[in-house]
């Protein structure tokens, strides 16, 4: 069965400055990859994902993220972080076998500071 | 518009009460879920449906009932209610037939039951 480590809880970061989320996977071949923002009081909305291909990907709001096979990690990216990306993000994994139903990481509550 | 919309937003009620959370989607999606959100933001999976049949059913206590009368809804009944039922509960969607394992879901906003 997959798994997703989001090691960090909270990131606090400035507005203005850049950010890295990390994620770790477990899981026996390349899985599916997602990261999903949840805004206070709104359901998950997906950033972007990752299923085959080039391992650098572009979603929205300028987000990226980057497969490391070699380091079973995805972990997003954004090169100057702005006060409305506050949030809770979401790493996940779906298997190419068996139940198609993604597993969630924990979450990182990301805090913006002005 | 909504793509995937639930009701009531804020559930309050006392133990031992049965209550419902309705979910709509009007996607044109195959397959709905229901999830709880913990305290803590730990999103588990309850229950999965596909064209009206339930598919994935996690271990969740038989207090809890969805019921899909058609693909574009799935509600939620719980009976009994007790605290520990406290948390978010999200809908959501996604289209097995066309993306398959790769299946990006749409989340409704969620509901916030309030066990008292």
């Known amino acids: 069965a997959q798994s997703v480590t989001q090691p960090d809880i909270h990131i606090t970061v400035s507005e203005g400055a850049s950010l890295e989320l990390r994620c770790n996977y477990s899981?026996?071949?390349?899985?599916?990859l997602f990261w999903y923002v949840q805004s206070p009081g709104q359901g998950l909305q997906l950033l972007l994902k990752y299923f085959s291909g080039d391992t650098l990907v572009q979603g929205i709001k300028g987000f990226e993220a980057e497969f490391k096979r070699s380091q079973s990690s995805f972990n997003l990216r954004k090169p100057s972080v702005h006060w409305s990306d506050a949030a809770e993000y979401f790493c996940a994994v779906a298997s190419r076998g068996g139940s198609y139903i993604p597993t969630f990481g924990r979450g990182t509550s990301l805090i913006v500071h002005p | 518009d909504t793509a995937v919309s639930q009701t009531p937003k804020y559930l309050v009620t006392q133990m031992g009460n049965d209550k419902s959370i309705k979910c709509e989607q009007n996607l044109g999606h195959d397959t709905m879920y229901w999830y709880k959100q913990d305290s803590k933001k730990f999103l588990k999976i309850m229950f999965s449906y596909n064209n009206k049949e339930l598919i994935i059913n996690e271990t969740v206590p038989n207090r809890f009932s969805p019921k899909s009368p058609d693909k574009a809804h799935l509600n939620l009944h719980i009976n009994s209610l007790e605290l520990g039922d406290s948390a978010v509960y999200f809908c959501?969607?996604?289209?097995?037939?066309?993306?398959?394992?790769?299946?990006?879901?749409?989340f409704g906003p969620g509901t916030r039951l309030t066990v008292l």
């Open positions: 899981y026996g071949a390349t899985p599916y």
């Open positions: 959501a969607s996604s289209n097995i037939r066309t993306s398959g394992r790769a299946n990006e879901q749409f």
